[in-house]
């Protein structure tokens, strides 16, 4: 079975853009979350998603936003990016929805804002 | 802050001896479980241990959950120079209006051969 999938791996963008990000759960996946992973944070939650659903997020501005598709497939964006949103994004699918089973994450994408 | 905090922050053994790693958390969980990545990868499942479990085992990994004391520990027998990465536990928070999954800063393990 494929593993997660993201595209792009990596991505340079400047000040003030925006970047949509996307994540291919495995097959058979329904729930997808976003992580954040930055040196001096850590991992932060940003969201997940169930069905199409949001069901849970994180505390992070409205500029990052995100959204989920019938084949379960899900995009995060971030709007007018600001230097302090550098960081590899992570996503992970799960059977279900909560946090009762184990997450599969795929290899991330590494953002740089100049 | 965070929910759960690993301990020690980095680790360094030689091959063949065992590793372990702490991870305390805050509030009550349904479950904890355990992920390790390497150099900036994705994460990779571990263990899951539910609040109910006391001790889980999975080849040479052994987790432990002691939830009167809000904490976990991972122990890795016999360790091999590809054990070399970061161990990060991750907890969910059983109740409140923010259910998510949240993860230590990690305890970075080098095995040296």
């Known amino acids: 079975k494929a593993g997660v999938t993201q595209t792009p791996r990596y991505l340079i963008k400047t000040r003030g853009q925006q970047v949509t990000l996307s994540c291919s759960p495995i097959?058979?996946?329904?729930?997808v979350s976003w992580y954040q992973q930055t040196p001096g944070q850590g991992l932060q939650f940003l969201f997940e998603?169930?069905?199409?659903?949001?069901?849970n997020k994180g505390n992070f501005p409205g500029r990052f936003s995100g959204r989920q598709f019938s084949n379960s497939r899900s995009e995060m964006n971030v709007s007018t990016l600001e230097l302090g949103d550098s960081a590899l994004y992570l996503c992970?699918?799960?059977?279900?929805?909560?946090?009762?089973?184990?997450?599969?994450f795929g290899p991330g994408t590494r953002l740089t804002v100049t | 802050s965070q929910q759960g905090e690993e301990d020690p922050q980095a680790l360094s053994i030689q091959e063949g001896e065992n590793a372990t790693m702490n991870c305390s958390y805050k509030?009550?969980?349904?479950?904890l479980q355990w992920y390790r990545q390497n150099s900036g990868r994705g994460l990779v499942h571990l263990i899951l241990?539910?609040?109910?479990?006391r001790e889980k085992h999975s080849g040479r990994l052994r987790v432990t959950l002691d939830t009167s004391k809000k904490s976990s520990s991972l122990l890795i027998t016999a360790s091999r120079a590809a054990d070399t990465a970061s161990y990060f536990c991750?907890?969910?928070?059983?109740?409140?209006?923010?259910?998510?999954?949240?993860f230590g800063k990690g305890t970075l393990l080098t095995v040296n051969p």
């Open positions: 992970a699918s799960s059977l279900g929805a909560g946090w009762s089973y184990e997450q599969y």
């Open positions: 097959s058979g996946h329904r729930s």
């Open positions: 998603y169930f069905s199409e659903t949001q069901r």
């Open positions: 509030t009550s969980i349904n479950n």
């Open positions: 241990i539910r609040s109910n479990e």
């Open positions: 991750a907890t969910d928070a059983s109740g409140g209006s923010n259910y998510k999954l949240t």
